[in-house]
């Protein structure tokens, strides 16, 4: 998957301009609710702790962490986050929601402070 610089930086900032906000451990999270954002997963919902993000993805039985890459973009006032599925999950079980956790640490972002997700978010 490629992730487009151009198409993140211009979604993120229809979501900054149009988003929710919601926050939990220090970071208030920016992130909108259903904008069609290409290549980049949609989340059923997206949560900030004192250590990091948990992401609710769709899955029919085979999704791990491992199936997702991320890419943050620090250029602007506030540090945005964008999350892609590497591989598809191609099982046949019944749809199911999973949850994928990411630290901040791994993120390389700070612990506090407004954090932009590009990602389309259900709720």
Do not use: H, I, W
Not at 16 to 34: D, F, P
Request: proline share 2%.
């Amino acid at each position: 998957m490629n992730l487009d610089r151009r198409r993140l930086l211009t979604g993120g900032l229809l979501l900054v301009l149009g988003g929710c906000a919601t926050s939990g451990g220090g970071v208030t999270l920016v992130a909108g609710k259903g904008q069609d954002a290409g290549e980049l997963e949609a989340l059923n919902a997206v949560e900030a702790d004192a250590s990091g993000l948990t992401l609710s993805v769709a899955s029919t039985g085979c999704t791990t962490r491992d199936d997702f890459t991320f890419y943050v973009d620090r250029s602007g006032a506030q540090p945005a986050v964008a999350f892609a599925r590497k591989r598809l999950d191609l099982c046949r079980r019944a749809p199911t929601t999973v949850d994928v956790r990411f630290s901040y640490q791994e993120l390389g972002l700070a612990r506090q402070g407004r954090l932009a997700v590009l990602n389309p978010v259900a709720r």
